[in-house]
């Protein structure tokens, strides 16, 4: 398997077809996408989105890449992240996003992936400017945002509905320069 990234904890690798089954794990589950304009999936839903994301890996120039956010060393898939690129003629800008399992909240998953999947881009394409965002509500992903050094660019009110109910959002961003200042290894 095509492995993009490894941390400490984490590999990042390109989600494949026979991925299914885990992806349905998380992906059909009310609490993990409560947040998300996406309703939970069913396991037909699983595959046809995986589907779509290994045909995006063919796509020449590339503009959508996604992951799945394994554990070290045993492989088991416990999330994903996709990454689309808003600017495709000059790859100045992505947008990411990520989800895990709910049995791996709260235990820093999250934020090694999002700091793996900002380094990958950073350092091996030509993004400069990197956009995420969140539901107001949705604290955790409010703090591992900001945490890691996204500036809180704007709050839309009832901008996005998710199962009939209004909800707002906060949107981020981090350019390359900030990332470089605040992760480079010198």
């Known amino acids: 398997m095509n492995t993009i990234a490894k941390t400490e904890r984490l590999l990042l690798r390109e989600v494949i077809a026979e991925d299914w089954r885990d992806v349905f794990s998380y ?30 890996q063919k796509k020449t120039p590339r503009q959508m890449y996604y992951w799945a956010i394994c554990l070290k060393p045993s492989g088991k898939l416990i999330g994903g992240m996709g990454i689309d690129i808003l600017s495709v003629e000059n790859a100045n800008s992505a947008e990411v996003g990520y989800s895990l399992h709910r049995s791996y909240w709260h235990q820093g998953y999250g934020t090694e992936a999002v700091l793996a999947g900002l380094s990958y881009l950073f350092d091996q394409t030509s993004v400069r400017r990197i956009v995420a965002h969140c539901r107001e509500s949705n604290l955790p992903s409010v703090r591992l945002l900001e945490k890691i050094g996204f500036r809180r660019e704007g ?29 480079s290894r010198i």
Do not use: C, I
């Not at 709050?155 to 909800?167: A, S, T, W």
């Open 27 to 56: 992906t059909g589950d009310e609490a993990v996408s409560r947040y998300q304009a996406w309703k939970p999936h069913l396991e037909q839903d699983a595959k046809e989105w995986l589907q779509l994301a290994v045909a995006a």
């Open 155 to 183: 709050h839309f009110v009832e901008d996005v509905e998710v199962r009939g109910r209004l909800m707002n959002s906060f949107w981020y961003a981090m350019l390359r320069s900030e990332y470089l200042k605040r992760y």
